[in-house]
């Protein structure tokens, strides 16, 4: 019996992929956002899109943007470019942009008064090369967070932490009640990342632009940068025993209370939202580590290749518009945990962390984040960094900062 | 011999590999129906040279006419040749018919015609039971036959055949052998013919040319190179057993004689090549004209003793020792000594063959 | 001469004419792709491109930044040891099976179905599965602690110092098979001759392997170890799927860190300055070999 | 002049591969029972585990539910088998929006496989053919390249190949990709073809050429009817390795071509929540499907094929 339906559901689903074809214009979207969180967020964006009459052919490619990139940029200079593709906005797509590869969006821009309506500002500029704009920030995403299982302090007995320093202190009954106090994965962005938040949230914003803004490399050699290595020598230690690889798999144990808390960005609370968990009450979120509240306005954006298509490049415009209409913007920030890009929006059905978020935006504290700041081979050697230093227990924080120095004097 | 009138011929061919050479500024001229044997040790060139005139190897210098025409840059198809290789060659996932008819085929001959040739080929060679076999099912005398009527029905003038017959038992050997003759004698076709087997060569063979080195040694008719060796090499190569060589001076008193520690062999009857003179030399015999213990009549004798008696059959080697040097007789089974014994040798120094300290015919 | 000259020897080009037409394909591939694809990579390796390729010369900087990288130094560490014990364990697993199903036992086509099978999956799969039964928690090391066994500690792929011998575990498994079979089918060629004089001389079975057998599977070894070594080089995909060089950088790569940082990180002229460090090494241990083992040879 | 003992098995292709194969070389084993004996088999078992434990927990997670999973041991064979999980990787497994599981890239892989498998062993087969018995100046090198080519990592070549494809036009093509695989397909393959081809007697080559047949006929008429071991394993190991590729099926393509293989990597990679070990398991089987069938029904001939020829210099 099982196997005859097991049967029916392959014939079925084999005839499938060769049926419908669709009569608008369709423009082909790549993006790595395959998790739970993510994806729900993605198809917000696809109906929004598919509503003005065209179609959107997700091509989703898992594996991070790692894996995603480099298929993208060559498919760009390949000469077989996609319709619209998501990158980081900052400095990856810098060069395809001077290569004259990509669409300038300018004019759509002066129609929707971008400058008016995206906030901050900064999100924009990031966009902007030679005073013109190629691409559109859908939403911001801001790194420092500490996400906190309720559950598993109340097992260890110990107070939900207001802050960093209260987990650290909480760690060694954490681990006594056989809970991970820290988790942190094993893919390298994941504790380059976390490495980064500590120095925002220790060091503050100062601190933080001196070392990756200025590249002080000697500033970065010196003690004020050894405190933040102390505490990722703190990270490292509460988070040796994760043994998980991807960045929600360590969300996941948070989520399940085999892990007390994860360092990480707000999409992460895309992964509670899908799990059916409330802010405040399931999980606790402390922005800025609970030491320096700060929202880093990094986040995803949208370019578009230049097309020969007529067709295509006006379904792009329409694409561009689409992505930073308030309504779009409220239903895909909403899903993926991520705040969206203009203030003049409704949030009303945001959670509590949400909140925290948009009042610190609405505040004014805002940095930009190392995407912006720096290069991405500079954000790999970071990255080689880090998740040798959290995976190899006998590097010394001494010479991990003496290589960090000397990545930051050769940074550009 | 003239190119033109002349069925196969090789002018000034060489050829090498790299820096090896292999054939060496080569000629060879064969008559219109000649049955030519090309005979020599391994490594001698000898399959090499009958590549060449196939066009299966590219020369490195020189012309090979064919019929009268220059087929020097021809592809092997347009020589009008056909070839028998030692393996056979058949194609293995052909039946015997399409085997045969395959060169037909390439050249789009028609139907009927294919047909009548594989008729005839088959009636000549007696294979027309096994047709429709394929070379996996056939004995090896059966293979071999085939690859000849594959040569057979391209109805071509001059067929090269190499080593066609080394892959077979001796007894099959012999029977091929006398059939390839009869086939010889049948189409009266030029053939060119690659052996290591001296007997081969010398029952089939019209003329042989002996071949070492990349170079043909002698070529002339099988006795005349058997009788009379142009060199040493060919007269060892001929033969079995081999001829007696012994190792001595020519010298001359009151006429030329051949010595050899005690033994003195008058040359009165020899037939010089050319004028001698005195020196170091080789005096070769071949055991069948040697006599042993049979009195007088021979106008030289010798005493000897007998080392090893070898019966073979319908007759007897002794190895003799004669002027401390090897020397072997045949003999018939009958009149074979003991050994130890001390015997007397009888042979006409016209028989001989005399060599230069370089081991050429004087 | 009464005949004249009508075949004149031919133009060298034209000779072979439609071998040479045929082998075209190859001559591209070898001269376009090879040797063209190559002779970019080391040219833009003297560059600074970062996302794009562009001829902005900066001498050897990206050479000397390469060999300053504890990742770079690491992932050459680990290819030689890899490399070494991949080449060892794999010639002498699959010839030892090899050996072992040549001794007309029964079920011959079984045990070579058993362990060929792996070979038809790939690498990404094998470092899943691996991944999973190397997983402390549920795989091999969870299973043996469940049993009662509490103290066992098998954790390869979460140990820094043997996560390399985790990835040889599941390489092994994926690729023995293949050896095997080369083995194999070298063993079969071998004339039956050969071991009756060995038996009749008295010769123990080992040594007739080890001194006799093994000398006349030459060209066999030879096949089997361009396979492997060409698959050990390009090691990527295993590593990738079963530890993405973790934990931290201890089992990274050579083909790794030329494709992190040619596209993660968006530095092509470091990438191609580690590409070239590869091909140099290859070049320099491949080409008098191959030269010598396929170029020279022919002409019987 | 040659040899006598490779002439002895130059009948045919098929009669000396049959007398190559006629059965196991090594030494008679003693009696049944004997000590050796056992050490032989008990190795061989053990052995035969470690190669089917994988294979058996892939099989055994991906017909277990998650639950289950959860719990038990990975080797414990499933309580209540569920076919869940083969469903749902086949065919409602998501990446990003595309709920369609593996369906929809089986066919692409097909697609894909088909005319790499044919044009990569068209290609290697010629050149085998021409370098073994049609040599002319200089192919010795552009062999020696090929052979060389074969220990390049893919992802030095992945730029070179992008800009080569764009500049003929067949960049995110089907041929493409096809081209693609021909090319890397090419040294290990050439040097298959060319040894299996130099083994075969020469003189059948000679007979062919002396019949009139030139360098096409000879390879169409005769070598290749005489060839099929060889293409056997070729196409035993075209079909799994451009089967199983990920990286050139998803740098040269575009998503409505992808292969099963992205796909797989797609499920495997986007993780939702908690890892469906099941799925993920069901997923792998499903796609390694089809070369793990060639291999079962078809080891025999591989080895075969390989013995064949293609292993002797």
Known sequence: ?412 | ?362 | MSVSMKSERPSRLFRNLNAKIASVPMILTALVVFVGGTAWTVLYSFTNSRLLPRLNFVGLDQYYRLWAAPRWLVSIENLLIYGVLSLIFSLVIGFLLAAMLDRKIRFEDTFRTIFLYPFALSFIVTGLVWQWLLNPEFGIQGVIRGLGWESFNFDPLYNSSIVIYGVLIAALWQGTGLVMCLMLAGLRGIDEDIWKAARVDGIPTWRTYVSIIIPMMRPVFITTLVIIASGIVKVYDLVVAQTSGGPGIASEVPAKYVYDYMFFAQNLGQGFAASTMMLLTVVIVIVPWAYLEFGRRGRT | ?313
């Open chain 2, 1 to 362: 011999m003239n190119v033109a009138n002349a069925s196969v011929s090789v002018q000034d061919l060489s050829l090498s590999f790299g820096s090896v050479t292999v054939l060496k500024s080569l000629n060879l001229d064969v008559a219109e129906g000649e049955f030519v044997v090309l005979l020599g040790p391994s490594g001698c060139g000898k399959s090499t040279l009958l590549n060449c005139i196939a066009g299966l190897l590219d020369i490195s210098d020189g012309r090979i006419f064919i019929k009268g025409k220059n087929v020097t840059w021809e592809e092997p198809a347009d020589r009008g040749i056909g070839m028998v290789f030692q393996s056979y060659a058949l194609y293995p996932q052909m039946t015997v018919e399409k085997n045969l008819s395959f060169g037909l085929r390439v050249a789009g001959t028609p139907k009927d015609e294919i047909d009548k040739r594989i008729a005839r080929a088959a009636e000549i060679l007696q294979i027309g039971p096994l047709l429709q076999r394929k070379p996996a099912a056939l004995s090896g005398g059966q293979r071999q036959r085939v690859a000849i009527g594959r040569a057979l029905v391209r109805d071509v003038d001059v067929f090269l055949f190499d080593e066609p017959l080394s892959n077979l038992d001796a007894k099959l050997r012999s029977e091929l052998r006398v059939e390839i003759k009869r086939l010889h004698q049948k189409l009266a076709n030029t053939m060119i013919y690659v052996t290591h087997d001296q007997i081969e060569a010398m029952t089939l063979a019209d003329r042989i040319a002996v071949m070492r080195g990349g170079v043909i040694q002698q070529f002339d008719a099988p006795q005349v190179i058997y009788n009379r060796p142009v060199n040493r090499f060919v007269a060892g190569f001929l033969g079995s057993p081999g001829m007696n060589f012994l190792d001595g001076r020519l010298e001359n008193d009151g006429g030329w004689h051949f010595v050899a520690g005690e033994l003195k062999v008058p040359l009165a009857s020899y037939d010089f090549e050319r004028e001698p003179s005195p020196g170091a030399s080789v005096f070769g015999i071949r055991p069948e004209h040697v006599g042993l213990n049979s009195g007088s009549g021979w106008p030289f004798t010798a005493q000897a003793s007998v080392d090893v008696v070898e019966p073979m059959g319908s007759d007897t080697l002794v190895w003799l020792k004669l002027a401390d040097q090897n020397f072997t007789v045949r003999v018939t089974s009958e009149r074979a000594p003991q050994s130890g014994e001390s015997v007397e040798i009888g042979f006409d120094p016209m028989r001989a063959s005399l060599f230069d300290e370089q081991g050429n015919r004087l």
């Open chain 1, 1 to 412: 019996m099982r196997f005859k339906m097991m049967a029916a559901a392959l014939a079925a689903s084999v005839t499938l992929p060769f049926a419908g074809v669709a009569s608008a214009t369709d423009l082909e979207v790549t993006h790595w956002w395959t998790s739970g969180g993510e994806a729900a967020a993605v198809a917000e964006l696809a109906k929004a899109f598919d509503a003005t009459g065209n179609h959107w052919i997700d091509g989703a490619i898992a594996g991070s943007g790692g894996t995603a990139r480099p298929i993208m940029i060559s498919r760009i200079t390949g000469g077989d470019p996609m319709g619209a593709t998501q990158f980081n906005h900052g400095r990856q797509a810098e060069e395809l942009v001077q290569a004259g590869l990509m669409r300038d969006l300018t004019d759509v821009a002066t129609k929707g008064k971008w400058t008016e309506v995206v906030r901050p500002k900064s999100l924009l500029d990031s966009c902007t090369i030679d005073g013109k704009i190629y691409c559109v920030p859908v939403n911001i995403h801001s790194w420092q967070w500490l996400w906190l299982s309720n559950e598993a302090f109340e097992k260890a007995g110990v107070p939900v932490p207001k802050n960093w320093d209260e987990l650290v202190a909480a760690a060694p009954a954490l681990e006594k009640a056989g809970i991970v106090p820290l988790a942190v994965g094993g893919q390298p962005w994941q504790s380059s990342g976390a490495f980064d938040v500590l120095m925002a949230a220790i060091g503050g914003k100062d601190t933080f632009l001196k070392v990756y803004e200025a590249k002080d490399a000697e500033f970065a050699a010196g003690p004020d940068i050894a405190k933040v290595f102390k505490a990722a020598d703190d990270a490292r230690k509460m988070a040796k025993n994760t043994n998980v690889q991807d960045w929600n798999q360590a969300t996941n144990m948070v989520i399940t209370g085999k892990a007390a808390a994860q360092i990480m960005g707000d999409w992460a609370q895309g992964e509670f939202q899908v799990a059916g968990k409330t802010a405040g009450k399931d999980y606790s979120c402390l922005p800025g580590l609970g030491l320096n509240p700060m929202i880093a306005t990094g986040g995803d954006a949208f370019y578009f290749p230049l097309l020969k298509d007529e067709e295509k490049s006006k379904a792009q415009g329409v694409l561009a518009e689409t992505l930073l209409d308030p309504k779009t913007q409220v239903a895909f920030n909403l899903k993926k945990g991520s705040l969206p890009v203009r203030g003049d929006v409704d949030l009303n059905a945001a959670n509590d962390c949400m909140k925290k978020g948009l009042d610190i935006l609405a505040k004014g504290d805002v940095m930009p984040w190392t995407d912006q700041l720096l290069s991405q081979d500079t954000q790999k050697q970071k990255e080689d960094l880090f998740s040798e230093f959290f995976a190899n227990q006998s590097m010394t924080p001494e010479d991990a900062q003496k290589r960090f120095a000397d990545i930051i004097g050769s940074a550009d």
């Open chain 4, 1 to 313: 002049m040659s040899n006598p003992a490779v002439l002895s098995s130059t009948i045919a292709g098929a009669d000396a591969v049959r007398g190559e194969l006629s059965g196991p070389r090594g030494p008679k084993p003693r009696s049944v029972l004997s000590r050796r004996n056992i050490f032989l088999y008990g190795t061989l078992f053990l052995v035969a585990v470690y190669y089917l434990l994988p294979l058996y927990v892939m099989v055994v997670t991906s017909l277990k539910g998650m639950p289950e999973i959860r719990l038990g041991n990975i080797f414990s064979p499933p309580v209540e088998i569920t076919f869940e999980p083969w469903v749902k990787a086949w065919s409602t497994a998501c990446t990003g929006l595309n709920c369609d599981g593996l369906s929809r890239g089986f066919w692409n892989s097909v697609r894909i496989t088909v005319p790499s498998v044919i044009l990569s062993i068209a290609l290697a087969s010629v050149n085998g053919y021409a370098l073994a018995n049609w040599r002319f100046k200089g192919a010795d090198i552009f062999f020696t390249i090929l052979i060389v080519g074969a220990f390049i990592p893919y992802q030095v070549m992945l730029y070179p190949i992008v800009i080569i494809l764009r500049e003929i036009g067949l960049y995110g093509s089907l041929w493409g990709l096809v081209l693609v695989h021909s090319i890397f397909g090419m040294p290990i393959l050439t040097l298959l073809f060319r040894n299996y081809f130099a083994s075969l007697p020469d003189e059948l080559f000679r007979a062919a050429r002396v019949d009139g047949a030139g360098f096409w006929g000879i390879y169409l008429r005769i070598m290749v009817p005489m060839s099929m071991p060889i293409f056997v394993v070729a196409l035993i190991i075209q079909i799994t390795g451009i089967w199983n590729d990920f990286l050139f099926g998803v740098v040269y393509t575009r998503p409505d071509t992808y292969p099963m293989t992205v796909q797989l990597n797609n499920i495997v990679n986007s993780v939702q929540g908690v890892k469906e070990y099941n799925v993920n398991m069901a997923a792998t089987l499903i796609t390694g499907l089809v070369p793990l069938i060639i291999y079962f029904v078809s080891g025999k001939l591989f080895v075969r094929g390989i013995a064949a020829g293609a292993v002797k210099g």
